[in-house]
């Protein structure tokens, strides 16, 4: 029997919106989402921005990097993306932006950083909106969880698995070295592809108190397995067919 349902965590662009977007936050937090995950990058100035990648492409054909942009200069760009067959705009959003929303809202925000420069003024804003028990850090491999845990230890975080130990070293010993790594860098817990999870995994990280984080699932067959399997949480992009699992699983206990 299902004792609790995993955290919901919507993917960034779920439900069909653009990645890194406003819209994306608030469709997250509209259909029910316990959590909101969005990428995190930071301009030439140091101001952290929603986004993937550093490389963009403007609708005039023009290409820049994040990293090497003030954000007065990138908050006039056009950006051309792909989505679904298509090409569609956006602007680049500034995580501060989508802050207040999550305080508003009471839920949960994961910032995945793609770069380590990302930390410091991740901390500075989440400090500014008091949202320390509604924010916590993904994309952070050993080194990176290492260097959040020296110079801001009150962020929480998950560490991110590095999938070459898997490939590289026996399960097991893959299994060891991700908790050991984890625990070293006082994780709350690990975030991991689904494709690597197996119950070996989830058996030792219980035994060291580290919850499972999986992405990222959008069929519901593969849901069901991993809401069984006793993870912690599931990111999907089809967050409305989680939550719906969700509420025939919970109509099956009444």
């Known amino acids: 029997m299902i004792e609790r349902f995993p955290l919901i965590t919507a993917h960034s662009g779920c439900m069909n919106t653009l990645d890194n977007t406003l819209l994306s936050v608030e469709t997250g937090i509209r259909i029910g989402a316990d959590v909101v995950e969005e990428d995190v990058r930071v301009t030439l100035d140091g101001i952290p921005v929603l986004a993937h990648d550093d490389a963009l492409r403007t609708v005039d054909g023009r290409e820049c990097l994040i990293s090497h942009t003030t954000y007065a200069e990138i908050s006039e760009l056009l950006i051309e993306v792909r989505h679904e067959e298509r090409r569609e705009t956006m602007q680049i959003c500034r995580l501060e932006d989508m802050l207040p929303l999550i305080l508003a809202s009471g839920k949960t925000a994961n910032l995945d950083l793609k770069v380590d420069d990302a930390i410091e003024p991740v901390a500075a804003l989440v400090k500014k909106y008091d949202?320390?028990?509604h924010v916590f850090l993904s994309g952070c491999e050993s080194e990176r969880a290492m260097m959040a845990q020296r110079t801001?230890?009150?962020l929480r975080k998950l560490l991110n698995v590095d999938s070459s130990l898997f490939l590289s070293m026996a399960y097991g010993d893959a299994v060891v070295q991700t908790c050991g790594d984890?625990?070293?860098?006082c994780c709350f817990?690990?975030?991991i592809n689904y494709r690597l999870v197996r119950p070996e995994l989830l058996a030792y990280a219980a035994d060291k108190g580290l919850p499972i984080y999986?992405?990222?699932l959008n069929d519901e067959e593969l849901?069901?397995?991993f809401v069984d399997m006793?993870?912690?949480?599931?990111?999907a992009r089809n967050v409305q067919t989680l939550i719906h699992l969700k509420e025939k699983l919970r109509g099956n206990l009444l």
């Open 131 to 133: 949202l320390l028990d």
């Open 152 to 154: 801001h230890p009150e």
């Open 182 to 185: 984890a625990l070293a860098a």
């Open 189 to 191: 817990g690990i975030n």
């Open 214 to 216: 999986v992405w990222t």
């Open 223 to 225: 849901m069901r397995q």
């Open 230 to 235: 006793g993870v912690a949480s599931i990111t």
